[in-house]
T-cell receptor, first 116, second 107 residues
């Protein structure tokens, strides 16, 4: 089954404790992206990747890191989480990095993170 | 910029028709998406408009007018399961989402 898989789905952590949210897709998509969703603010892009070893900042990259060592995986790293990073996080992917041909985004099920 | 405006909330009755509007300010973009998102779940693709006009998909239709900076999503024969948020998103060099419209369908 074609899907984007995120883990963990739910996490409660404390300020400063490094954590990684994994994202994996099995559709051979080139483009992958991380979003956070907060009430009243909608989906905001954190980082995106056009292909392996190519990553770029989105609109709200502060406090986050990403890597793209393999095509299928795009982990989101919070080196020192803070309470303002409490949010619902979505990973998404699509077929091509060419924005003139980009198809629909396929989203993971979301990871709800709480930082105390 | 690409400010995207949608109504925050709408209500409608089962079986009715509802139109969710999306206005934007941008000089150019590749296309406009509509996504559906049920509470606590991932967004799912509904439609993608590149050219002006109406795209129909069953009970859902999406319309785009580039010259007027305007799109709408039309939902017909509303069902209870259509209660969800509807996100308008512009594709330029990246995908920019509006804050979404929360639709509640009542019996």
């Amino acid at each position: 089954e074609a899907q984007v898989t995120q883990n963990p789905r739910y996490l409660i952590t404390v300020t400063g404790k490094k954590l990684t949210v994994t994202c994996s897709q099995n559709m051979n998509h080139e483009y992958m992206s991380w979003y956070r969703q907060d009430p009243g603010l909608g989906l905001r892009q954190i980082y995106y990747s056009m292909n392996v070893e190519v990553t770029d900042k989105g609109d709200v990259p502060e406090g986050y890191k990403v890597s793209r060592k393999e095509k299928r995986n795009f982990p989101l790293i919070l080196e020192s989480p803070s309470p303002n990073q409490t949010s619902l996080y979505f990973c998404a992917s699509t077929w091509t990095s060419d924005t003139s041909n980009t198809g629909e985004l396929f989203f993971g099920e979301g990871s709800r993170l709480t930082v105390l | 910029g690409q400010n995207i405006d949608q109504p925050t909330e709408m209500t409608a009755t089962e079986g009715a028709i509802v139109q969710i509007n999306c206005t934007y300010q941008t000089s150019g973009f590749n296309g406009l998406f509509w996504y559906q998102q049920h509470a606590g779940e991932a967004p799912t693709f509904l439609s993608y408009n590149v050219l002006d006009g109406l795209e129909e998909k069953g009970r859902f239709s999406s319309f785009l007018s580039r010259s007027k900076g305007y799109s709408y999503l039309l939902l017909k024969e509303l069902q209870m399961k259509d209660s969800a948020s509807y996100l308008c998103a512009l594709l330029d060099d990246k995908l920019i989402f509006g804050t979404g419209t929360r639709l509640q369908v009542f019996p």
